[in-house]
């Protein structure tokens, strides 16, 4: 099983639309959990942290679900800017070192 | 709003060279990383450094490569001998708060060794 993993896509929607990622993890002494966005050949940027609360940051909310090691991002009212790859992020265990599934990309059409 | 910054932006090797990539990390951060990218494949891990020393390396981080902190803000991965196989991106990264904490990507050095 991968240490993260996730739907590659890509992900078609119209602006405006709702759309959701999804991505299961296989260590389950992961204690930080992360969903960061790369563009095309760019860094990966942080877009928010999960936290089992669940949190929202916008039009931005991510779940986490330790029982069934799932992570989800939920997009509302997409922009053409949110066109991206979403990159599910966890650390190892008893590590500080992340570790990346190989992203959903998700295209926002006008 | 303070940013990791990396230079080259990009570099151009011959198989065999040696190459240095520079980071400045975060000014208060602590920790500091490294990690790859090859094209089409997702991040990797490389090394993680705290407290002037290396806290955990990954299999690929073998004895050609090699990391230091040489003064109180730049942060240098070397790789001694390149090889074709090591073409990728390479990314810094520092954090702050903690060996846990959300860490900050640089914008990356490319790496091309022909």
């Known amino acids: 099983r991968k240490e993260v993993e996730q739907d590659p896509g890509p992900f078609n929607v119209p602006e405006g639309a709702t759309v959701a990622f999804n991505c299961t993890y296989s260590n389950s002494a992961s204690q930080s959990f992360f969903w960061y966005r790369q563009d095309c050949r760019k860094e990966p940027k942080l877009l928010m942290s999960v936290y089992s609360s669940g949190n929202e940051d916008g039009r931005f909310t991510a779940q986490l679900n330790r029982a069934s090691q799932y992570i989800s991002l939920l997009i509302r009212d997409s922009k053409l800017s949110d066109s991206a790859t979403y990159l599910c992020?966890?650390?190892?265990?008893?590590?500080?070192?992340?570790?990346f599934g190989t992203g959903t990309r998700l295209q926002v059409f006008p | 709003e303070p940013e990791v910054t990396q230079t080259p932006s990009h570099q151009v090797t011959q198989m065999g060279q040696e190459v240095i990539l520079r980071c400045v990390p975060i000014?208060?951060?602590?920790?500091f990383y490294w990690y790859r990218q090859i094209l089409g494949q997702k991040v990797e891990f490389l090394v993680s450094f705290y407290n002037n020393e290396i806290s955990e390396k990954s299999e690929i981080f073998d004895d050609q490569f090699s990391v230091e902190r040489p003064d109180g803000s730049n942060f240098t991965l070397k790789i001694r001998s390149t090889k074709l196989e090591d073409s990728a991106m390479y990314f810094c990264?520092?954090?702050?708060?903690?060996?846990?904490?959300?860490?900050?990507f640089g914008p990356g050095t490319r790496l091309t060794v022909l």
């Open positions: 000014s208060n951060h602590l920790y």
């Open positions: 990264a520092s954090s702050g708060g903690g060996p846990w904490d959300e860490q900050f």
């Open positions: 992020v966890v650390n190892g265990h008893n590590t500080d070192k992340l570790i």
